[in-house]
């Protein structure tokens, strides 16, 4: 099961996607490439692993000040059928 948390002060944003396993890691990454290639605005990603063999691909919009992330973020979700986002 995928998980996200959304973080988001002034200008700044991001997306923390957890997730398990090859296929999940697969899933995700595909589906932020190509939603993210699709906008002009390019955030900063990164990866992390954190307990039970589990790793966290991080999106961070920094001096976002149209708030395109919003919409970027929300097509993720829907586009990763997420159901709950922290």
């Known amino acids: ?3 996200a948390e959304f973080r988001s002060e002034e200008r700044f944003s991001k997306l923390s ?7 999940e890691k697969k ?5 932020v490439e190509k939603i ?3 906008y002009t605005t390019k955030p900063e990603t990164y990866t992390c692993t954190i307990s039970n ?3 966290v691909l991080v999106i961070e ?9 919003g919409a970027i ?3 993720i979700i829907k586009s990763l059928n997420i159901k709950k986002c922290d």
Request: glycine fraction near 4%.
């Open 1 to 3: 099961m995928i998980d």
């Open 27 to 31: 899933k995700v990454n595909t589906c």
């Open 61 to 69: 919009y920094h001096d976002d000040s149209t708030r395109e992330s």
């Open 53 to 55: 063999n589990r790793e």
């Open 36 to 38: 993210i290639a699709e």
């Open 73 to 75: 973020f929300e097509k």
């Open 17 to 23: 996607l957890a997730y398990e396993g090859k296929e």
